[in-house]
T-cell receptor, first 109, second 115 residues
Framework: LAKTTQPISMDSYEGQEVNITCSHNNIATNDYITWYQQFPSQGPRFIIQGYKTKVTNEVASLFIPADRKSSTLSLPRVSLSDTAVYYCLSTGSASKIIFGSGTRLSIRP | DAGVIQSPRHEVTEMGQEVTLRCKPISGHNSLFWYRQTMMRGLELLIYFNNNVPIDDSGMPEDRFSAKMPNASFSTLKIQPSEPRDSAVYFC?????????????FGQGTRLTVV
């Protein structure tokens, strides 16, 4: 399974745009990039998934360049409630969903 | 749908006792995952099932851990005998059938404390 690397922690302020980058140099051709969010005392929650270029939903945007060796999760105008751990995963047909260490995002007033 | 349902939400037990955690996946989902989360080790995949069949149990820490999925709507994770180092939050997740996209839906977790 392709390994992903992301920053351990990030800090930002309310109203800012936050970009979390993830490296996946050995991503397989059939793998998707998937991001999850986890609040304290809750299970992870699916945020967004993409294969190439840009995907946007009501929560976030995901940018994946043509070489697919990295991806960037973009959270527009964050609020205090976006404080959470964000996981970047490479997922494919093996159906085995493996989580790394994640990025602990702290939003300040 | 009520989502993935786990029970109990909290469990406190004495070392050496048997512990059984339960999970009801979302109807129609054909993959089920058991995870364990601790501060030290993060979120670890213990075992996953596809169509009720265990596909990969390489994450099960030792023989004291066992998991079953007798039907599509129920799974158990058993620890016998339990030890203090088993204290953790145990999550169950399920995902729908699909070729590549793997969106897993997690339950609220069971917080296990072994004293």
């Amino acid at each position: 399974l392709a390994k992903t690397t992301q920053p351990i922690s990030m800090d930002s302020y309310e109203g800012q745009e936050v970009n979390i980058t993830c490296s996946h140099n050995n991503i397989a051709t059939n793998d998707y990039i998937t991001w999850y969010q986890q609040f304290p005392s809750q299970g992870p929650r699916f945020i967004i998934q993409g294969y190439k270029t840009k995907v946007t939903n009501e929560v976030a945007s995901l940018f994946i360049p043509a070489d697919r060796k990295s991806s960037t999760l973009s959270l527009p105008r964050v609020s205090l409630s976006d404080t959470a751990v964000y996981y970047c995963l490479s997922t494919g047909s093996a159906s085995k969903i493996i989580f790394g260490s994640g990025t602990r995002l702290s939003i300040r007033p | 749908d009520a989502g993935v349902i786990q029970s109990p939400r909290h469990e406190v037990t004495e070392m050496g006792q048997e512990v059984t955690l339960r999970c009801k996946p979302i109807s129609g989902h054909n993959s089920l995952f058991w995870y364990r989360q601790t501060m030290m080790r993060g979120l670890e995949l213990l075992i996953y099932f596809n169509n009720n069949v265990p596909i990969d149990d390489s994450g099960m820490p030792e023989d004291r851990f066992s998991a079953k999925m007798p039907n599509a709507s129920f799974s158990t994770l058993k620890i016998q005998p339990s030890e203090p180092r088993d204290s953790a939050v145990y999550f169950c997740a399920s995902s729908p059938p699909g070729p590549w996209d793997t969106e897993a839906f997690f339950g609220q977790g069971t917080r296990l404390t072994v004293v």
